[in-house]
């Protein structure tokens, strides 16, 4: 179902020979070639948006010049530019924050519109291949996912999605707002099952956050806490947040602890 966005998005590296990490600049230029406008200006409430003809195949992106954080920007632009390729005159979109955290496949046509571009910016950004050789071999860990990242000059939240399609530990990545569970995603050999639940695990990372603040960094817990339809294996993994502090959200990675016992 994802894999439109991500074959678009491999075209488009293969047809002008890119191979490596992508910057800014070279979004524009594909952008321009395929009749997409760009400028940057202040938008209010949204950080991209993208108006169509529906006379030509043009269409005017704006991204918002609020934004100062580099591989946000790159992200924004490239998820209009999703929308440029994929969504065509179908209607026009304002992106707000929210909507660049859309990362659920099972979501409404809107909400899958903007998972869809969102799917196409962090494949164009972070194609398999590259995440691969970045990431093969190497423990799991926070740090990995920012090194990934880094590298590639995507946003962080788009380097845990690509990790779990392409990376080669099994995991879970848990990404909570306000105190309740947003979405899940993992890697297909991740075999704890999937929650079904919004409410977090008493005493988990998030949760803790979310309740007084503190932000504590990489424990080890009960498999069970997290799911607790496991029953009691003594099964424990690691878990590991990171807290967006634009916005209250976190982001938690859970992998099975190799070394317990
Ligand atoms: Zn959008």
């Given at each position: ?27 524009e230029d594909l952008c321009a070639v395929r009749?997409a406008f760009v ?223």
């Amino acid at each position: 179902m994802s894999n439109r966005a991500a074959r678009v998005a491999n075209q488009i590296r293969k047809e002008f020979f890119i191979h490596g990490r992508i910057d800014l600049g070279e979004i524009e230029d594909l952008c321009a070639v395929r009749n997409a406008f760009v400028k940057y200006e202040q938008i209010d409430g949204a950080q991209g948006r993208i108006l169509f003809s529906g006379a030509s195949d043009k269409s005017m992106i704006t991204v918002d010049d609020c934004i100062d954080y580099l591989p946000k920007e790159k992200f924004v632009l490239a998820h209009e530019f999703g929308h440029h390729l994929l969504h065509k005159q179908l209607m026009n979109f304002v992106c707000q924050e929210y909507d660049f955290n859309k990362w659920n496949k099972n979501s409404s046509r809107t909400d899958y519109r903007e998972y869809e571009a969102n799917n196409f910016a962090a494949e164009l950004l972070m194609p398999k291949y590259l995440v691969r050789d970045i990431t093969s071999g190497k423990g799991l860990s926070v740090s990995l996912m920012e090194d990934l990242s880094d590298e590639l000059g995507s946003s962080i939240t788009s380097a845990y999605i690509q990790y779990t399609k392409y990376g080669d530990i099994p995991c879970y990545v848990v990404f909570s707002e306000n105190g309740l569970i947003e979405w899940v995603t993992k890697t297909d050999d991740f075999y704890l099952g999937f929650l079904d639940e919004e409410d977090l695990p008493i005493n988990s990372t998030p949760k803790v956050f979310f309740d007084n603040g503190k932000k504590k960094k990489k424990e080890v817990c009960d498999a069970i806490d997290w799911f607790p339809k496991l029953g009691d294996e003594g099964l424990l993994l690691n878990e590991e947040s990171i807290y967006l502090d634009s916005y209250s959200s976190v982001i938690t990675l859970l992998w099975i602890c190799e070394d317990y016992g």
